[in-house]
Structure formats: C-alpha cells, structure tokens
C-alpha cells in the first residue's frame, strides 16, 4: 500500500502536527508513506521524520499528469490501495488525476476539502481506514452480469436463523451502519470506493450517478443513501453530471414494500415498474451514458431490473449497481422492456419482462474478511 499527502497536511504554519507526524510514522510500518511537493523539502522534515521510513518526494506538477498512477503500476501496486491525503485542490487534483482513493484531512480548513465524500476527521480515523484499506483484496464481494447491466455487492447482510451465529451478528452490523449511518458507513464508503476504482470504474467515461429511491420516496435527494451516493462520486470520479438535490428517479406514488409481503411475490417487478418513472430534468443527459445505480439491500435484484429497463428506454449505454448488502440466492436478471416513454408514468400493458439466466456470477466470502474484523471487533 502507498500513502500520499503534502506539506500542507502536516504544517499548520507555525509547525508539523505531532498528531499527523505520528500517524504517517506508524503508517510506515505498514504502509510506503510519502511527502509531495512541487517545491524543495521543507527545513522541518527531516526533524520530524527521523528515524522513520516516510519520504519526502519533490514532483514538479504533481497534481499533473499520471506519474503517480504509472509508478503504481510499474511497482504492482494496485490503484484501490494508493490514498492521498488530501489538505488542499492540489491534491485532490493528485489524486484524481491518478484515479486513486482520496481522502480528505478534516483537520485542513480548505474549501475544497471540506466537499470531499471520503474524508478522515483526525489522523487516529486515518490509521483505521488505511489499516482497514490494506486487509482488503479491493473486490466486491458479489458479482453478476446480464446484457449491458452489472450488479455488485459490497457484502453478504444475511443474519438468517440458517446463519453461523457470526454471519448473523455481521448482517445486522451492515445493516445497522447503512441505515442507521453509523461512524462505520465511512469504512464502507471507503470499500465500496476501492471496488470501483478497482474494477476501473473511475475511468469509464460519460459516468452519470443515481440512487434506487425508497418506497416512499419525497423525490428530492435527501435519502441517506443520496449523501452516501454523492460522496462516493466525488470520491472516485470526476464526472459532474449528476446534480445534487435531483433524483434521477421519481415516484408518482410509493411502491408496495416487498419485504413486508405487500404487493404479490417479491420477484414480480409490477409493483416498482408502475409506481416510477426517470427524472424529466435527465431526459437529454442520459442518452450514451453509463450509469451508476446505488442501493442500500439486494434480494431478488428487482430494483436493480427496473432500473436498467427505465435507463435503457432512456437510452444509456450500460449500468453498473450497486449495493451495500445482498441478502440470500435470489438474485435474478432482469430483461425488462419499456415500450412508453420512461420519463412518465408507465401503465399496464406499457412493458413487458422475462427472467433470463445470468452471463456470469461470482463471489466469494474472503473478500468481506476485513470488514467483518471491523465490524465484530
């Protein structure tokens, strides 16, 4: 793992912060740290990191260019597993230049950094997130494809009966920190970041960033899971097209929830297809583009069917989703046809769908081991 920050993180302007100097210098026991800087090293440096192996790095035009991303390569450290710290726009920049993960030192007073999604709020959150970062393989724990639409889970949330009794208490730990959005959704942001960037998600282009909406959506992109959507965009991508405050989805009235057995059996997408439609404000955006569709819980993968289907009348190019947790060995693919405009109320009799088999599916318990030690510590 590589760590990255500048001066700025570390000088207030009278000294370098015990505080930080000591986090980088236990990080380094663990992790390759460096100091960039456009300029020469500072007089303090060498003081304040004797005896350490954090080095300082002089690159002209750091926040340029891809040279932190070809070293990554040239020495096989993979993206997900490079943070910069970041204290001000010159690395942000860094960063997202180099489509590593960044975080943000919520002890740096910077405009820029305080809209950063993934930040740290003092250097002992930071040894826990990079401890965290450099346990974990970087791979969603689940995986499906079908035509065109993707679907990933960060991890297994079941706490069935039929459950180890660990596998009980971590699903409800998942579940706790997405909806409740504990101090642990800022480690799943962080896992949930590196997947992307690992599955090279941050450099597809013509990106466009949405949420699945509750049952009873109000439609105005104030849901948990829309602030947990928007910094995850600005943690891993550049792109600017998704406008915060307008959901991509609206519903005209609230959705039977499945999950309390209301409306029919759970795989039947009548009741989410009839009760939504795509954001009129989209409707020119959304042609070409591939789209990132957030939700909190997958079981049968409904809500991430009818998405594709409404995205597709719309004319997008592909979808990727995403979900925080999946339940159970019911997920299906979704073939789901709109044959009226997916921007308006859809009826009966509008849409047709069918259940084909998925392209390919994996997964594999392993990858969720670093987030089940943080969760059951």
């Not at 860094?94 to 590593?100: E, R």
């Not at 989209?282 to 042609?287: A, E, G, V």
């Amino acid at each position: 793992m590589w760590v990255l920050t500048s001066p700025r993180a570390i000088f207030d302007g009278a000294q370098a912060r015990p505080d930080v100097v000591a986090a980088l210098k236990e990080l380094s026991t663990f992790a390759d740290v460096g100091v960039v800087s456009n300029n020469a090293e500072p007089d303090w440096f060498p003081l304040a990191f004797g005896g350490s192996t954090v080095i300082f790095l002089r690159i002209t035009g750091r926040q340029k260019g891809k040279w932190l991303r070809e070293n990554a390569e040239k020495n096989k450290i993979p993206l997900h597993q490079v943070l910069v710290i970041a204290a001000n726009k010159e690395d942000l920049q860094m960063a997202k230049n180099n489509m590593a993960l960044l975080v943000g030192a919520g002890w740096a007073e910077d405009q820029y950094v305080a809209k950063a999604g993934l930040k740290v709020v003092n250097p002992t959150d930071l040894l826990n997130l990079a401890r965290l970062a450099s346990e974990w393989d970087g791979r969603a724990w689940f995986r499906a494809e079908g035509t065109n639409y993707t679907v990933e889970a960060l991890c297994d949330a079941s706490s069935t009966q039929y459950k180890s009794e660990e596998q009980q208490r971590f699903g409800r730990a998942v579940t706790g920190a997405v909806k409740q959005g504990t101090s642990t959704l800022n480690s799943i942001l962080a896992l949930t970041a590196g997947s992307l960037i690992r599955a090279g998600l941050s450099e597809t282009k013509d990106l466009f960033w949405g949420v699945y909406p509750s049952s009873s959506s109000n439609n105005d992109d104030t849901e948990t899971l829309s602030d947990f959507a928007y910094r995850l965009r600005t943690t891993v991508s550049k792109v600017r097209f998704a406008k915060r405050g307008e959901a991509l989805f609206h519903r005209h009235h609230s959705s039977p929830k499945r999950s309390a057995g209301e409306g029919g059996p759970r795989e039947d997408p009548t009741g989410e297809v009839e009760s939504l439609h795509l954001n009129p404000a989209y409707k020119s955006q959304l042609i070409g583009r591939n789209v990132v569709v957030l939700d909190d819980f997958t079981t049968y993968g409904v809500s991430m069917g009818v998405a594709w289907g409404f995205l597709r009348a719309a004319r997008a190019r592909s979808m990727t989703g995403i979900a925080l947790g999946k339940f159970g060995n019911c997920l299906g693919n979704y073939d789901i046809q709109i044959n009226s405009d997916p921007f308006k109320r859809v009826s009966g009799g509008e849409w047709t769908y069918q259940r084909p088999d998925w392209n390919s599916e994996d997964s594999s318990s392993e990858d969720q081991g670093a987030l089940r030690r943080l969760l059951l510590a």
